[in-house]
């Protein structure tokens, strides 16, 4: 009878709902050139949001500066320091064009300190130092940006001892997420699953991927959150949490990119909501 009781109880209150809980976007990660090396080659830089930037490849990227640099100038030719527009804001001439060494080659306009031993101002070509296909599936890999999504639960305002809790997940776009770097490599993220803790000491769980409202992603609560710190409306709850997992793979130009010790897979980070969990006594009477 209390069995019975508890089913329901909980087929009243089983009514689809969600709760919002947005996960912050992964740091993307970008390129810059930032100066010039000794062989006339452009130096860059892979610089990832909210991280200490990383060197991309060429020489002196990452180092000390040689110079004190002031004003608009950012990097040092030995003891000058400069500063460039890349590419030049004023196109190469005809005859200029034509002395192009090399297709990837750069119009690239310089500025430097004054120096009348060594002019360094002015026009030129320039070809860029660019990142190995390794360093390109890293930028790549850093540039996949997790969507905020939501954590649907249900029932949406009080589970219940003994009877199931829905978990599942509502992500802001398609599904696959893409990151692209340089070389034409490019990050993929495919959907793995969903990392769930109820929040009751269970542990966590690794359920299939669900964007919808189902039992594909659920958790029995067999105590109620009473004694538990209270939520928003004042009653005392379970903090749930739960995290999007993710399968990632590289393509260069469409082929697929296979690079040992490149990253495999991918966490959103962890988003939260509160689980008010009731529990339900009945009494069961007999007539004589």
């Not at 050139?33 to 909210?50: F, H, P, S």
């Not at 031993?117 to 860029?128: A, F, M, Q």
């Not at 390109?136 to 949406?156: E, K, R, T, W, Y």
């Not at 793979?249 to 010790?261: D, S, T, W, Y």
Request: charged letters at 15%; one cysteine or more.
């Amino acid at each position: 009878m209390l069995r019975f009781w508890r089913v329901l109880v909980g087929l009243v209150v089983l009514l689809v709902g969600g709760v919002v809980a947005a996960a912050p976007a992964q740091a993307a990660c970008t390129t810059k050139v930032v100066g010039i090396d000794a062989r006339g080659k452009l130096i860059y830089k892979t610089v990832c949001e909210g991280e200490p930037g990383t060197p991309g490849g060429g020489e002196g990227g990452g180092t000390v500066p040689s110079c004190t640099l002031t004003g608009l100038q950012d990097y040092c030719i030995g003891s000058v320091g400069c500063w460039s527009n890349i590419p030049a804001a004023v196109p190469p001439t005809p005859a200029e064009e034509a002395a192009k060494p090399s297709p990837e080659a750069v119009w690239v306009y310089q500025r430097c300190d004054e120096d009348d031993t060594n002019p360094l101002s002015g026009y030129t070509w320039r070809e860029v130092t660019g990142p190995t296909l390794d360093e390109a599936a890293q930028q790549a890999f850093g540039a996949l940006v997790v969507p905020a999504f939501q954590i649907g639960v249900n029932p949406p305002r009080q589970a219940v001892v003994g009877i199931p809790t829905w978990y599942w997940v509502d992500p802001a776009g398609a599904p696959d997420i893409t990151g692209s770097a340089a070389l034409g490599v490019v990050a993929i993220g495919t959907p793995s699953g969903i990392e769930l803790d109820p929040g009751d000491g269970s542990g966590t769980r690794t359920c299939p991927w669900t964007v919808t409202a189902s039992g594909t992603c659920a958790h029995t609560y067999d105590r109620s959150s009473a004694g538990r710190p209270a939520d928003a409306d004042g009653r005392p709850a379970y903090t749930a949490r739960a995290r999007l997992l993710y399968d990632v793979r590289f393509e260069v130009n469409g082929a697929p990119l296979v690079i040992p010790g490149t990253p495999d897979s991918l966490q959103s980070p962890w988003a939260t909501v509160s689980i008010p969990v009731a529990e339900v006594q009945s009494v069961v009477t007999r007539t004589p």
